[in-house]
């Protein structure tokens, strides 16, 4: 299983539209996922509103159904600029009511706080299996309980 961390820096104004979930990349990293991978999405502070406008929280966890090559239907995401479209298993996705402040696991120790978690993490990237590990960690009960009783929404 591959997870993979993606910063989405417009969360908070992207999250009221009634589309499916996917994402768009041009990104490598996106060509060899499988389902069942997943995307562990994170923005920033100041896209939530919070006194840590620099700081990384991890908002969703979406499990890959599909990656397909961009139809290029979609004027947002022009096929030269986004090669793939990853589609999310909507029955299996986890949005947070309460988004976890992951800094600290995302940045990891000697890296200056002050720089926005969008120009720390200029592209996607693959997380080894203890970051992983750490993120669910972090992200804690609320995960947990969403994902053991089904109640990913």
């Given at each position: 299983?591959?997870?993979?961390?993606?910063y989405?820096?417009?969360?908070?104004?992207?999250?009221?539209?009634?589309?499916?979930?996917?994402w768009?990349?041009?990104?490598?990293?996106f060509?060899?996922?499988?389902p069942?991978?997943?995307l562990?999405?994170?923005?920033s502070?100041k896209?939530?509103?919070r006194?840590?406008?620099?700081a990384?929280?991890?908002?969703?966890?979406w499990?890959v159904?599909?990656?397909?090559?961009n139809?290029?239907?979609?004027p947002q995401y022009?096929?030269?600029?986004?090669?793939?479209?990853v589609?999310?298993?909507?029955?299996?996705?986890?949005?947070?009511?309460?988004?976890?402040?992951?800094?600290?696991?995302?940045r990891?120790?000697g890296?200056?706080?002050?720089?926005?978690v969008g120009?720390?993490?200029?592209?996607?990237?693959?997380?080894?299996?203890?970051?992983g590990?750490?993120l669910?960690?972090a992200?804690?009960?609320?995960?947990?309980l969403?994902?053991?009783?089904?109640s990913?929404?």
């Amino acid at each position: 299983m591959t997870d993979v961390l993606v910063y989405w820096p417009d969360y908070r104004r992207d999250t009221a539209t009634d589309e499916p979930r996917r994402w768009h990349s041009n990104h490598r990293v996106f060509a060899d996922l499988l389902p069942g991978d997943r995307l562990w999405v994170i923005t920033s502070g100041k896209s939530l509103g919070r006194e840590n406008e620099s700081a990384g929280y991890v908002v969703a966890v979406w499990p890959v159904a599909q990656v397909i090559k961009n139809p290029g239907d979609d004027p947002q995401y022009p096929v030269r600029k986004y090669q793939h479209r990853v589609l999310v298993n909507e029955t299996e996705a986890i949005q947070l009511d309460h988004p976890v402040d992951v800094d600290h696991i995302i940045r990891g120790e000697g890296y200056d706080q002050r720089i926005p978690v969008g120009r720390f993490l200029r592209g996607p990237r693959r997380l080894t299996d203890q970051k992983g590990r750490q993120l669910r960690s972090a992200a804690g009960p609320e995960l947990a309980l969403r994902w053991l009783t089904g109640s990913k929404t």
